[in-house]
C-alpha cells in the first residue's frame, strides 16, 4: 500500500505530469493575461465584442488542452485532472495578478476587471471541457 502522505497516492499523476501541467498552467495563464491586455484597448469588454470574446474562448481552449494532454503524456482518463491543476495554478497566478500586479492586465480598472474577468471564464471552460474530454479506460 502506498504511504498516503505521496503525491502519488493523492492524485493518480507521475511528478514529471505535475511539474509539466503545472509549467504549462503558467504559460497559458501568462498567454492569456498578455494577449487581454493587447486586446483591452481594442474594446473587447463591450457590449457583442465581449460576447464574441467568451464565445471564442471556447474553441481556443479545445487545442490547449490537446497540447497539454499530449506533453504531460496524460492518459484519457486523467484529463480532467490535468486539467484542474493547470487551472489551479492559473487561478493562483490570476489573483496574485490581480492584487499585487495589475498593470499586467491594463491601465485601468475596466481593462483590469475585463481582463481578470476573461481569465477566469477561461479557467471555467478549461475544466468544464476537461470533464468532456475525459475518457474512461476499459479493463
Known sequence: MPDP?????RLP???AQLATLAALGVAFWLAGALTCRVLGPM???EGLARIVLYALVVP?????ILVARRAAKLEPDRIALGVAVMTAVATLLDGVAL????ALYGADL?????????ILWGGGVGL???CVMNRTTRS
Open 60 to 64: 481556443g481552449t479545445v487545442p490547449l
Open 13 to 15: 499523476l507521475r511528478p
Open 128 to 130: 468544464a471541457l476537461g
Open 99 to 102: 492584487a499585487w500586479f495589475p
Open 110 to 118: 475596466p481593462q483590469v476587471a475585463g481582463a481578470g474577468a476573461v
Open 43 to 45: 474594446g473587447v469588454y
Open 5 to 9: 502522505t505521496t503525491t502519488a497516492a
